[in-house]
């Protein structure tokens, strides 16, 4: 079968049995407001980072309906050939905005907002919720563990564990926002410039007749850079001293050995101690091996002797928690000029829709610079810098808090005006760096992987008396 790459039908169905819908109710010109917003941070963590945006606007900005799409969809028999010609001379027309990639977002917030014709603004969902559930649960995933490491470096190496190709690199992607220093994803850095990472396997050493030869031989053909595999059979029965004869012999500028199973807290301990009495304290440990956050927190709190970390399928599946759950709902319409708020009502109280057209503030403490809370307000309002500002819960009604001594930031962005893509997309490594910092803006105590502080998610008053409204509205 012939490789596809034109992707406008990487899509649910219903997306196209709605749009038809639309189009024989005469309603294709309707405009519509969309929000793609999550409801639960995964692992129970104190945020989630923005990621997958990129690769959204790829599929917005290429959209296209070809030849042989249209041929798919009559040979179905349930598009009208109205639609089909509406398809045909399909030209993406809507006002997107987005928060950008890196950020630290919590549940609730508009992390995409699109505006224009339902068809239009209705069928991009899946792709939506697709490029940036995906990317934002490695992301986060990725920063804890990052976290957990304290400074070591952490290496993505869960290619030939993750969920298919597009899973593989786009997690490599996402893992790199995330805060590891690479990938074992070769592609990844032909495509988006992320350090490919790696050394060798057991096969390797297997392959030659003695594990001292194997080791000479990759340090020969390497040795700017020798890291060493040294639990083929024995680590510190021959693969250390293996290693040592190798590296007094060779000399490469670079030296490392990799633990790969056993106990790594008990074998870090005693390489580093061997290591060290023979004179190569500038030799790195790098361990792998089914880690994640909890682990790699546990054993460096033991006192394992470690440089750096290479994670592999509880990473790029985000094995804990693997569904990021982000959701898109329709906010409001527009009629004869006016703005018609739109909210879908539940018994699930989490579930309750947010109406209007929205943005997002985030408010920073003046003195520190730490970030207080983030409110939702509606898009024409503006939050300016000032002394005082009271901010509703969204789920409770008669809760409400003062911020004090606050400056405000819009954190939101536009992407697309009227289907021409106005926004610059940023460098990888200036990603990378913008999450680094804003994560800096978050108060210690979020930062925790148990109970971590709850941060403020509210509404602005003008909003939250909307939705009030709007329930009191539905509920007669």
């Known amino acids: 079968m012939v490789e596809r790459t034109n992707?406008?039908?990487?899509?649910?169905?219903?997306?196209?049995?709605?749009?038809?819908?639309?189009?024989?109710?005469?309603?294709?010109?309707?405009?519509?407001?969309?929000?793609?917003?999550?409801?639960?941070?995964?692992?129970?963590?104190?945020?989630?980072?923005?990621?997958?945006?990129?690769?959204?606007?790829?599929?917005?900005?290429?959209?296209?309906?070809?030849?042989?799409?249209?041929?798919?969809?009559r040979e179905k028999r349930m598009f009208s050939e109205g639609f089909l010609d509406y398809l045909r001379d399909?030209?993406?027309?809507?006002?997107?905005?987005?928060?950008?990639?890196?950020?630290?977002?919590?549940?609730?917030?508009?992390?995409?907002?699109?505006?224009?014709?339902?068809?239009?603004?209705?069928?991009?969902?899946?792709?939506?919720?697709?490029?940036?559930?995906?990317?934002?649960?490695?992301?986060?995933?990725?920063n804890r563990i990052v976290r957990a490491a304290k400074g070591r470096s952490v290496m993505e190496f869960g290619t030939r564990r993750a969920h298919g190709g597009s899973g593989a690199v786009h997690g490599a992607r996402a893992a790199y926002i995330g805060g590891c220093i690479g990938t074992a994803c070769a592609i990844a850095e032909r495509d988006y410039k992320i350090p490919a990472l790696g050394t060798m396997a057991h096969s390797w050493v297997q392959m030659f007749p003695s594990e001292y030869e194997a080791f000479?031989?990759?340090?020969?053909?390497?040795p700017e850079n020798c890291v060493l595999l040294v639990d083929t059979y024995?680590?510190?029965?021959?693969?250390?001293?293996?290693?040592?004869?190798v590296f007094n012999e060779m000399k490469p500028a670079k030296m490392g050995i990799r633990i790969d199973s056993g106990d790594v807290t008990y074998l870090t301990k005693r390489a580093r101690a061997i290591l060290d009495a023979a004179g190569l304290q500038e030799c790195t440990i790098v361990v792998s091996n089914s880690l994640d956050e909890y682990i790699i927190r546990d054993v460096i709190g033991q006192g394992a002797c470690i440089d750096s970390f290479g994670v592999g399928e509880r990473l790029i599946t985000s094995k804990s928690e693997p569904v990021f759950g982000g959701v898109y709902k329709l906010a409001a319409l527009e009629k004869d000029g006016m703005l018609i708020p739109k909210m879908k009502i539940s018994e699930n109280v989490e579930k309750i829709t947010g109406p209007g057209f929205k943005t997002v503030y985030r408010l920073y403490d003046k003195d520190t610079d730490k970030a207080i809370a983030d409110v939702i307000t509606l898009d024409h309002e503006k939050i300016p810098d000032g002394d005082e500002y009271e901010i509703f819960d969204p789920h409770i009604i008669w809760k409400r808090k003062?911020?004090?001594?606050?400056?405000?930031?819009?954190?939101?962005?536009?992407?697309?005006?009227?289907g021409k893509l106005v926004y610059k997309l940023p460098d990888i490594e200036d990603i990378k760096d913008y999450c680094r910092e804003q994560i800096d803006t978050l108060w210690d105590e979020m930062l925790r992987f148990e109970n971590p502080h709850k941060y403020y998610v509210d509404l602005s008053k003008e909003l939250w008396e909307l939705k009030t409204k709007l329930i009191e509205e539905y509920k007669g």
């Open 7 to 73: 992707m406008t039908l990487l899509t649910d169905f219903y997306e196209l049995t709605m749009a038809n819908g639309y189009y024989e109710n005469g309603m294709s010109d309707y405009i519509a407001y969309f929000d793609m917003f999550f409801r639960k941070i995964p692992d129970d963590g104190g945020f989630a980072i923005m990621a997958g945006l990129e690769q959204a606007i790829g599929y917005l900005d290429n959209l296209v309906f070809d030849e042989r799409d249209i041929n798919y969809l």
């Open 90 to 142: 399909f030209k993406f027309e809507c006002d997107v905005w987005a928060i950008p990639e890196g950020t630290p977002v919590f549940p609730g917030e508009p992390l995409v907002t699109v505006r224009g014709p339902v068809i239009q603004a209705q069928f991009i969902e899946t792709i939506m919720l697709l490029a940036i559930n995906h990317q934002s649960l490695i992301a986060t995933k990725a």
């Open 216 to 222: 000479k031989k990759y340090a020969e053909i390497y």
């Open 234 to 245: 024995n680590v510190i029965k021959s693969g250390l001293p293996n290693a040592i004869k």
């Open 402 to 418: 003062k911020i004090l001594n606050f400056y405000a930031k819009n954190i939101r962005v536009r992407i697309f005006d009227k």
